[in-house]
């Protein structure tokens, strides 16, 4: 059974910084794309980041500069490192895998979906 259990959300003040940590278990694929995905109250889930198996990287405008996707393929563990955080960074964050990995935005084609951690950034 393929899981995906996200961790490293929490409370911090504007400014500062967070790093998530996306650990995959059951996942044997060599061709896959991670993304990670946001959804603040009485909005839309959004896509923020993407990776793909060859390190390829995809970010949504409102974090360039300010996020990092990366992977440690050894621990099968993908992170968002999230840097200078605003209030508007609030939100529920989601990893999720697609199979085959393409970077794209829409979350109906992702396949796999963790149960998401809570990033509150207070101003």
């Known amino acids: 059974e393929v899981q995906f259990v996200e961790s490293g959300g929490g409370l911090v003040q504007a400014g500062g910084s967070l790093r998530l940590s996306c650990a995959a278990s059951g996942f044997r694929f060599d061709d896959y794309a991670i993304g990670w995905f946001r959804q603040a109250p009485g909005k839309e889930r959004e896509g923020v980041s993407v990776?793909?198996?060859?390190?390829?990287?995809l970010y949504t405008n409102s974090v360039k500069g300010r996020f990092t996707i990366s992977s440690d393929n050894a621990k099968n563990t993908f992170y968002l490192q999230m840097n200078s955080l605003k209030p508007d960074d609030t939100a529920v964050y989601y990893c999720a895998a697609q199979v085959p990995g393409f970077l794209l935005w829409e979350a109906s084609r992702y396949d796999y979906w963790g149960q998401g951690t809570q990033v509150t950034v207070l101003s």
């Open positions: 990776i793909s198996h060859d390190g390829s990287t």
